[in-house]
């Protein structure tokens, strides 16, 4: 409506339908590869930061939950993964080997650091940020049980993985993406 309203239409922008439509997938294109993926300890950090200020405990199980579904949401909207590793088909839901590894001293209880080393951080100013904090709002009620049931679901990544290939099979991309776009 505004470019009307200016005397502008997209065939005098670009020529022709053709050459928008041209322009709109190289605009996509860069978009997507303006997504930036993350470390598992960056946004791990975001759910420890916002866990501390609403002081909720939060253990391994939970966050590493929290991080599957972000993740999701972010592959679907986006087209990229959020965080640069790819999760595994545990016993109890999806996985991060790296986060598990820094988070494991912590066995069942609450996680009780403040923050994790990384080496990259997770701008509040960016649509990542945002995403993971509209998780944490929806899903921090939950107990890490009930998001570990979710993930159990049948037709869900985790359980096509685990049923394709068995317990520490990787999550595939492309089912979560497909999973979380609907």
């Known amino acids: 409506k505004q470019s009307q309203d200016i005397g502008l239409t997209n065939r005098d922008r670009y020529g022709s339908i053709t050459e928008a439509r041209k322009y709109t997938h190289l605009f996509m294109a860069e978009l997507q590869q303006a997504h930036l993926t993350y470390t598992p300890a960056a946004v791990a950090n975001v759910f420890l930061a916002l866990a501390k200020a609403e002081a909720r405990p939060i253990s391994n199980l939970k966050i590493q939950k929290l991080l599957y579904f972000a993740n999701g949401l972010y592959l679907a909207s986006t087209g990229v993964p959020l965080v640069n590793e790819q999760f595994q088909a545990w016993t109890y839901g999806p996985v991060l080997i790296s986060l598990y590894g820094l988070l494991r001293v912590f066995r069942d209880g609450p996680i009780t650091i403040e923050k994790l080393e990384a080496i990259d951080t997770v701008s509040p100013d960016t649509y990542a940020y945002a995403l993971i904090l509209g998780v944490w709002e929806r899903l921090k009620g939950y107990s890490a049980w009930q998001l570990v049931e979710i993930t159990h679901q049948d037709g869900s990544p985790w359980h096509k993985a685990i049923k394709s290939g068995g317990r520490f099979a990787a999550?595939?991309?492309?089912?979560?993406?497909?999973?979380?776009?609907?």
């Not at 999550?171 to 609907?182: C, G, R, T, V």
Request: net charge negative.
């Open 171 to 182: 999550i595939n991309n492309a089912d979560l993406k497909e999973y979380f776009s609907h």
